[in-house]
């Protein structure tokens, strides 16, 4: 088992950048495969960006495919999600979560824990 805490959110300007981190306890952090979805007011939770469990793939979303990118360092139980380039309809909070899964999966189902969220807010 294992428990997501996100940390990182904020305020930032049109095409500036963050870096979100998500450290995990439970010491089987490396199993599991880490996604980070996010919802914005009014919409349904949707994916951003995946890792596998070894960090030898990475899935994403088009809306942010060559903006953002996902890292993990099994060593310290974290994943992490850089954002660059941000957009005001990048405006959500974001969840880091983590599912044991043979497969990588891009919806929530697929995940089996889930973090409280960070708020991130991208004025433009």
């Known amino acids: 088992q294992v428990q997501p805490v996100e940390s990182g959110g904020g305020l930032v300007q049109a095409g500036g950048s963050l870096r979100l981190s998500c450290a995990a306890s439970g010491r089987t952090f490396s199993m599991y495969n880490l996604g980070w979805f996010r919802q914005a007011p009014g919409k349904e939770r949707e994916f951003v960006a995946a890792?596998?469990?070894?960090?030898?793939?990475?899935y994403y979303a088009d809306s942010v495919k060559g903006r953002f990118t996902i890292s993990r360092v099994n060593a310290k139980n974290t994943v992490y999600l850089q954002m660059n380039n941000l957009k005001p309809e990048d405006t959500a909070v974001y969840f880091c979560?983590?599912?044991?899964?043979?497969?990588?999966?891009?919806?929530?189902?697929?995940?089996?824990?889930w973090g409280q969220g960070t708020q991130v807010t991208v004025s433009s």
């Open positions: 979560a983590a599912g044991y899964r043979r497969r990588v999966d891009t919806g929530p189902s697929g995940y089996d824990y």
């Open positions: 890792i596998v469990w070894s960090g030898g793939s990475t």
